[in-house]
């Protein structure tokens, strides 16, 4: 796909992406003053259909991280779900794709601050696969930077700015040859990956990390807490997790909307388990697989079709 002519929505209208460009002096690439969210979509081709995953609760949540930077979506939860669905048909997928809705200070000028800067709105799509390969699993190594603390930064809310503390911390790790990153909070206790929620297995309970730690609550996250309950049978307990508990897990896995469900095969250096994807991670990223591609009907309710019924004119 050709980025330059591709679709987006900018400024309450659809556009060429080039056409949708924004002034150097813009407010929320200065100050990082901006939040966003990402949202999968999963091509069905036995269906020729592209369903995007918890449309609705990614947007309720944007909501919540504007509202804490001052800013207000242009759009009820509904319409910009509807956008959502326009966006992937006017762009004619016909394969998985990453959807990222921004809303951001867009002043042009000098000055720190949230109120009485006005906003703008945009919704980008592009195809998008893995972000990782799940069947290898991850090597991480618990970061020498922390995850930043609510006092400081509201850890709950997708923030632009906020970023920085994953790219430093990812960076890290991928330069001292690892994957990926695990993020202690300020106190020391596990918080959660660059950009993935963390969960580990001890005999037949999941452990995953309580939100008191600064984590991002994430929308993944509670898919394979749904899916652990309800399709394996097996006890979730959200909880403080020490480093330490890391080294003597059976499994670990890590969710996200762009990571899916993905199993850790060591951390700093010592293998979870025998390095392998355990039983439980292997079930859950299955369960997931099947529940976004359309296939367990239990959970099509998590489930936005694009082409079903469509209206509109895209060509």
Known sequence: MNLS??????????????????????????????????????????????????????????????????????????????????????????????????IFKAAEDIGVRLAGVPDAFALIAVPFNRYYDADAGLRVCVSSWRRIDDASIPARAKITGSYVNSALAKSEAQMNGFDEAILLSADGHVAEGSAENLFLVKGNVIYTTDPSQNILEGVTRNCAMTLARERLGLTVVERMIDRSELYGADEIFVTGTAVGVTHVSSVDHRDVGDGARGPVARAIAEAYEQAVYGRDAAYRNWLTPTYADQKIAVG
């Not at 969210?37 to 449309?55: D, F, N, P, T």
């Open 5 to 102: 002519d591709s679709i987006v929505y900018a400024q309450g209208k659809f556009a060429k992406y080039d056409d949708a460009r924004i002034g150097l002096l813009t407010h929320g690439l200065h100050y990082g003053t901006g939040c966003f969210e990402g949202i999968r979509g999963y091509w069905a081709a036995s269906e020729r259909e592209l369903y995007l995953v918890h449309v609705r609760a990614h947007f309720e949540r944007l909501a919540v991280s504007a509202k804490t930077l001052l800013m207000k979506l242009p759009h009820d939860t509904d319409e910009l779900a509807e956008l959502t669905v326009e966006l992937c048909a006017r762009n004619h997928f016909e394969e998985n794709v990453y959807v990222r809705p921004v």
